[in-house]
């Protein structure tokens, strides 16, 4: 598994750069301007579209085929690439948190937008990882696409949510503890969706 999640980051490598430059432009413009609303949907958008562009790589170079003449289990090639989202929502989790806090938000707001991003881009990859396993980039790019903006619409509106009704006046504890209910259903439906991709990919012709 270390294997093939390391083979994803240096197919990625040169994509995590270009995010890497726009994350620490828009970051420091948001975190200047006290809004981070931009940033946060970028950091969506990163940690939702990587592990696919993982998979397209893989598929444009006819890697399942070579890789299944090794010792390689298909449960581990499709759990590289669930491995590989959860990892970037991690990162783009904290750096979230970070962010939040560098412009004088507390620790209860910024844990609300950073949890507003895991959940959101958890349940886009719970959609369409399985789909991408089945039907492959080409035939899934229009959902992809439609898709894609999910996460960012999302992290941007609880953001702004936050800056015009500043929630948090009324009940921290509420607010915190209604999205972490959120993001303990989405974890049950990512991990649904990632048996559910095992039992797509078995059955699939290379």
Do not use: H
């Not at 990625?12 to 809004?35: D, E, T």
């Not at 904290?94 to 910024?110: K, W, Y």
């Not at 509106?157 to 607010?175: C, D, I, N």
Request: aromatic share 14%; with cysteine; glycine share 8%.
């Amino acid at each position: 598994m270390k294997g093939l999640l390391y083979k994803d980051m240096m197919n990625l490598s040169g994509q995590f750069k270009v995010y890497l430059v726009f994350i620490l432009l828009y970051g420091g413009i948001s975190i200047y301007g006290g809004n981070l609303g931009f940033l946060t949907g970028i950091l969506g958008i990163m940690s939702a579209i990587l592990p696919t562009s993982a998979y397209a790589y893989d598929e444009r170079a006819g890697w399942d085929r070579l890789a299944l003449t090794m010792p390689i289990r298909r449960e581990e090639l499709v759990a590289c690439k669930y491995l590989l989202g959860w990892i970037l929502i991690l990162i783009a989790f904290l750096l979230t948190v970070t962010a939040q806090l560098l412009i004088g938000s507390d620790l209860a707001e910024s844990l609300f937008v950073g949890l507003i991003l895991v959940a959101t881009t958890l349940l886009y990859l719970s959609v369409l990882l399985p789909m991408l396993f089945r039907f492959g980039v080409e035939m899934s790019r229009v959902i992809y696409v439609v898709l894609l903006l999910v996460p960012a619409f999302a992290v941007s509106a609880a953001v702004l949510f936050f800056t015009v009704y500043r929630p948090f006046s009324v009940s921290k504890s509420f607010f915190i503890g209604t999205i972490c209910a959120f993001i303990f259903l989405a974890a049950l439906i990512n991990y649904g969706s990632l048996r559910l991709s095992v039992k797509i990919y078995r059955k699939k012709e290379l």
